[in-house]
């Protein structure tokens, strides 16, 4: 600048109200002046007691310095250090002791330029120190005379062995001699480094940028050490244009079920200049926590405040934008998944050699993200159609493999008019439940997360076909021989009643189910009631209340089994008046059955009396009698030992 340039830009600042600036600045936290012209110049009097400006114009012939120090006056003069910038600026804060000081460690400094200014496109650069460790020649301390005794003593012992030896130490002499003695020093070295040498590859055209160049801005960004497994790159134009790049991670970060922790995924800039972490539930969904990335609108102002952002309009079209085009990215995931799978699959039937598997990206990013998938089923029901196509299922029928809801419907007998479900605790619990025995040759879908529990009530259907739970009451397959089935009812109506009378507050009824193919009993949940996988999640809370699901616990239904040899020997018992032995056996079988319906068994000690005791009656008729000898021997070889 020159001379009258330092006075019209700064010095008529310095008078109208630098110091006021400063005043009101430190009594309050509103910072919604910043970036307007001028305001950045006052900000360096929140930290410096002073400031010194020098300029150097081309068409003037003289270096001038503008100084002040915020008390609404200011002084310019020739700079007395002569032409030192022949031309430029260059500014000098006098940093205060107390405010200032974090400022003058570089590490502060490097972490603040690369946080908002990293994407400038003027290059930074800070003068760093930093020790370096190297090696240097070691002076040689042997007087010559002594160097010389060694030389000859050397060659003697040369002389002695043989010649094809005398060559080859002679050889290594010399290497050894090429070689100086060296020491590690500490040395200190100063440079200017290079800060913001990361470039806005968000500004290029799509085409452009390479699959490095993508990776290591990714990781500039993210701190991830893996290059991300996709990315979404897009620029959104009409009345809110802004351009986005965001990574979808390879692996879930640590951090990812902490739901409410946003807050640096997604950086919003506004011409390339760093604004804020768009972070938290008020931006994007929660189930979107691992998108990693930045924005950046050129319709928001700098100085736009805290408060002001999350009223704006612009705000909201982002992140409607964001949401969309992150999941149309993830389903492309899958459904490129899908199409090489298939193409791979027919090769194989062809008999073509030199094949390669292909990329499973969307299987590996379910299995990192799939609590986030139906995570947003729970809550963005706006979406809710769109993220339940991404959700993959194990069944009864699909092995390890894990299937989309279409593959279950196109699969679906056609008299079959339910999907069916089972949720248990683990994949292994629910392939052995008994539950699957009312199911014979139908295809039943096993949810085995404890977040499924939450979810299945907002997925109550899926393309028109409504999903029934097959551990509740209720359930009916196919055609049902009404007659039949009263019949079976009347020729065990005592021995339900009498379970009833036993069990009493247990269970809300005890009744005949011909759908079970090998257990004696079943224990179903009440149409009200909660599953034995959903009492289990709840009980197991650190901050359960017992209160919550007391009612719900009741509604069970216990479904006796009238083929099974138990059953019919239990209802001969009970037609015979044998009372006593059909209040053990029920009891007995009705603990077995909520242990294998996977509900949590609080008596376990009656649970284990009562096989005890079947134990005992089955070993022998004359176990008594063994006990008593046994018994006997003992006290017998105790006698002999005192």
């Known amino acids: 600048m020159t001379k009258n340039e330092l006075i019209q830009n700064l010095g008529t600042l310095a008078k109208s109200g630098t110091k006021s600036f400063i005043e009101k600045l430190s009594k309050s936290s509103d910072y919604s002046l910043i970036g307007q012209f001028g305001v950045g110049f006052y900000s360096a009097f929140v930290v410096a007691n002073r400031v010194t400006v020098a300029s150097k114009h081309a068409d003037e012939a003289d270096q001038y310095v503008w100084e002040s120090e915020a008390d609404n006056s200011f002084t310019i003069k020739k700079d007395p250090r002569g032409d030192t910038l022949k031309r430029g600026t260059e500014i000098t804060l006098h940093l205060k002791e107390k405010v200032g000081k974090e400022y003058l460690d570089q590490y502060e400094l490097n972490r603040l330029i690369t946080k908002y200014s990293q994407f400038t ?4 650069y800070l003068y760093t120190e930093r020790n370096e460790t190297k090696e240097v020649p070691v002076e040689e301390e042997k007087k010559d005379d002594e160097k010389k005794e060694e030389k000859k003593e050397e060659e003697k012992k040369e002389g002695e062995k043989k010649d094809d030896e005398k060559i080859e130490i002679k050889e290594e002499k010399k290497e050894e001699e090429k070689k100086p003695n060296t020491k590690k020093v500490e040395e200190l070295v100063k440079e200017w480094k290079h800060v913001n040498d990361v470039k806005p590859i968000w500004t290029r055209d799509i085409k452009s940028i390479t699959e490095d160049e993508h990776n290591k801005f990714y990781k500039s960004i993210s701190k991830d050490y893996m290059d991300p497994l996709s990315r979404i790159h897009f620029k959104q134009e009409g009345n809110v244009e802004f351009t986005a790049l965001l990574y979808i991670p390879r692996r879930a970060p640590f951090d990812t079920f902490n739901l409410d922790k ?43 405040s805290r408060q002001e952002l999350q009223r704006t309009k612009i705000l909201d079209t982002i992140k409607k934008r964001l949401v969309k085009k992150t999941l ?63 959700l993959r299922v194990h069944t009864s029928e699909s092995g390890d493999e894990m299937i989309p809801l279409e593959t279950y419907v196109k699969r679906m007998k056609k008299d079959q008019k339910e999907i069916y479900y089972l949720s248990a605790g683990s994949l292994a619990e629910a392939k052995n439940s008994p539950y699957l025995e009312r199911l014979k040759g139908f295809e039943v879908i096993l949810f085995v997360n404890p977040i499924d529990e939450y979810m299945i009530p907002k997925l109550t259907e899926y393309n028109g076909k409504p999903l029934l739970s097959i551990s509740k009451e209720g359930l009916q397959v196919g055609d049902v021989n009404k007659e039949q089935l009263e019949t079976l009812k009347k020729s065990y109506e005592d021995l339900t009643k009498k379970f009833q009378e036993i069990l009493g507050s247990k269970v809300e009824k005890v009744v005949i189910n011909d759908g079970i193919k090998e257990s004696p009993a079943v224990l179903v949940a009440g149409s009200t009631g909660i599953t034995a996988n959903m009492e289990r999640i709840m009980k197991a809370q650190s901050m359960a209340d017992p209160r919550r699901f007391m009612y719900m616990e009741a509604k069970k239904v216990l479904e006796l089994n009238p083929q099974h040899p138990v059953i019919l020997k239990l209802n001969s018992l009970l037609k015979d008046g044998d009372d006593n032995k059909v209040k053990q056996y029920s009891e007995l079988l009705f603990e077995t059955a909520l242990l294998r319906s996977g509900y949590i068994i609080e008596d376990t000690k009656s649970l284990a009396s009562k096989v005890f005791t079947m134990m005992e009656s089955g070993l022998s008729s004359n176990l008594n009698d063994e006990v008593e000898k046994v018994k006997d021997n003992l006290k017998k070889n105790e006698e002999k030992a005192i």
Request: no cysteine; aromatic share 10%.
């Open 262 to 304: 946003q807050d640096g995924k997604i950086k919003l800039y506004v011409r390339k200049v760093f604004v804020k972490d768009l972070g938290g539930e008020s931006f994007l969904p929660r189930y979107l926590n691992w998108l990693n990335g930045v924005v950046d609108s050129n319709d928001l102002p700098l100085h736009i």
């Open 121 to 124: 496109h003027f290059p930074i």
């Open 328 to 390: 149309q990215a993830v389903s492309r995931l899958a459904q490129e998944e899908e199409e090489l799978t298939a193409q791979y699959e027919n090769d194989l039937k062809e008999n073509k050699k030199d094949l390669k598997k292909p990329e499973k990206k969307y299987t590996e990013f379910y299995k990192e993200f799939e609590k986030n998938i139906k995570l947003g089923v729970i809550e963005d029901e706006t979406n809710k159609n769109k993220i339940v196509d991404l």
